[in-house]
Antibody, heavy 117, light 111 residues
């Protein structure tokens, strides 16, 4: 079955960096756009970034532009999010999701990123 | 402040129907038939319930339906069941520069 498993979350100090990974299985990863979406504790969903199937097209939310970098390795069926210059407001559960019909399905279980001194 | 406006909460009794609204603008909901709805139970990942305004993914109950009029999309749940109690989020494509915007979420309580 289609499965997405995120990893790499944790506690990091403001200004620090973290790299999230998302391992995909159960579908042809290289055929799909992929996205990162986050959810701050007790808050709603916020789209972060997406990447086309080949990696040639990338978009970011204004809130992370210039600090976060999305990438993928189709040979490894993996999606990544490099997060630099982290701020307290980046604290959230980060989900990876497959993109289809301009919506997100399915989602991974999420990985928690906490930015605190 | 979220780009799409949803009521903070709605409630209904088992067997009843409820509707959750999602109001955007002519730049998102009003321009594209690309509204989706997600159900999220506490501590769980969101689950796609409706896409392209009114289409249901395989496996989603036909008690869930979606519609759109102008800048407002709606999710209707008929025959409410206890397991429908969750948070619901709408999402709309908003053009190639913004990509997508989410609503702030609606907490559904089944009384």
């Amino acid at each position: 079955q289609v499965q997405l498993v995120e990893s790499g979350g944790g506690l990091v100090k403001p200004g620090g960096s973290l790299r999230l990974s998302c391992a995909a299985s159960g579908f042809t990863f290289s055929d799909y756009y992929m996205s990162w979406i986050r959810q701050a504790p007790g808050k709603g969903l916020e789209w972060v970034s997406y990447i086309s199937s080949s990696g040639s097209t990338i978009y970011y939310a204004d809130s992370v532009k210039g600090r976060f970098t999305i990438s993928r390795d189709n040979a490894k069926n993996s999606l990544y999010l490099q997060m630099n210059s982290l701020r307290a407001e980046d604290t959230a559960v980060y989900y990876c999701a497959r993109v289809a019909f301009f919506c997100f399905d399915p989602w991974g279980q999420g990985t928690l990123v906490t930015v605190s001194s | 402040q979220s780009a799409l406006t949803q009521p903070a909460s709605v409630s209904g009794s088992p067997g009843q129907s409820i509707t959750i609204s999602c109001t955007g603008t002519s730049s998102d909901v009003g321009s594209y038939n690309l509204v989706s709805w997600y159900q999220q139970h506490p501590g769980k990942a969101p689950k796609l319930m409706i896409y392209e305004v009114s289409k249901r993914p395989s496996g989603v109950s036909n008690r869930f339906s979606g519609s759109k009029s102008g800048n407002t999309a709606s999710l209707t749940i008929s025959g409410l069941q206890a397991e429908d109690e969750a948070d619901y989020y709408c999402c709309s494509y908003a053009g190639s520069s913004t990509y997508v915007v989410f609503g702030g979420g609606t907490k559904l309580t089944v009384l």
